[in-house]
């Protein structure tokens, strides 16, 4: 009997030089590969190719593999194929502010993202009841000065109980520590208002609207050790007037945090967002 055709995704990054195509074609071919979409970039900038082939084939995902690794080998390439539909299981880390929390929670319940949340942590208990009408298991882990490597370690410990391919902050209110960035490092998306370095601190909204801002947006990236600057997945804009009140700036600037926060964590899920050094390739 022959197998249902099954789909996957390949991505990869490597040198740019010439061939590229050809060989990764090549090899999926002996597979009896269908692409069914490619996009590619090569950035002239760091001088890398980058690309993203969505395939059927009868073939197994071992299979596959074994036909692009000595591909891969010859030229350098970082790459994984994912199966197609596999969803990425994913921790959320919150504080007090529900937006971000709850337009994922609601966006996963309803199959919107390609994700799968087993576990929500936060540095306080207010969003607890969220997490209940969701039936996500909710863990309270306190964070001090005097708390915080070992706030940190129960963190990573949930991480590897879990097996979570990335990590959210949505709003969560808390600096992580260099270590644990590195031990993260592409595979955590943070969120916050786009007025950076501009009015850091308690209300930066109320503060824009003091100044007489125009535009007030989001941007969503992946987390470093340089804190708020790791590369940029996903942002957005949107204007505003002198007749907006301080307090509708804040209700507009959550509605934008949680739109931009969902997009970024899409991309990341559906295997989109490559890195190319401080900056990123996103296939959309």
């Not at 010859?74 to 919150?94: E, I």
């Amino acid at each position: 009997m022959i197998e249902a055709p099954t789909s996957y995704t390949l991505t990869l990054s490597c040198p740019d030089r010439p061939g590229i195509v050809h060989a990764v074609s090549g090899a999926l071919l002996t597979v009896g590969c269908n692409i069914a979409d490619s996009q590619q970039y090569g950035s002239v900038t760091t001088g890398t190719f980058f690309m993203r082939v969505e395939v059927t084939t009868s073939a197994a995902a071992e299979a596959l593999r074994a036909a692009i690794a000595p591909v891969a080998d010859a030229f350098g390439m970082r790459w994984a194929v994912h199966p197609a539909g596999q969803k990425v299981r994913t921790l959320v880390l919150c504080s007090t502010a529900a937006h971000c929390l709850n337009d994922l929670l609601f966006l996963h319940r309803s199959g919107t993202l390609p994700i799968e949340i087993p576990a929500i942590v936060s540095n306080h208990t207010d969003l607890a009841p969220l997490a209940e009408f969701y039936g996500i298991p909710f863990h309270h882990i306190p964070v001090t000065p005097d708390t915080k490597a070992e706030a940190e370690r129960k963190l990573l410990e949930i991480i590897e109980d879990e097996e979570i391919e990335l990590t959210v902050l949505a709003r969560y209110m808390q600096i992580l520590s260099n270590d644990l960035c590195r031990e993260l490092e592409g595979q955590a998306i943070n969120i916050h208002h786009s007025f950076l370095p501009s009015f850091k601190g308690a209300k930066p909204y109320h503060q824009a609207h003091k100044r007489g801002v125009k535009l007030i947006g989001a941007t969503a990236h992946y987390v470093t050790a340089d804190l708020d600057e790791g590369p940029i997945i996903e942002q957005e804009v949107i204007r505003v007037s002198h007749a907006r009140t301080a307090e509708e700036f804040v209700q507009m600037g959550r509605d934008v945090e949680g739109r931009t926060l969902a997009q970024a964590v899409q991309w990341h899920a559906e295997h989109r967002v490559l890195l190319d050094g401080t900056r990123t390739v996103v296939f959309n």
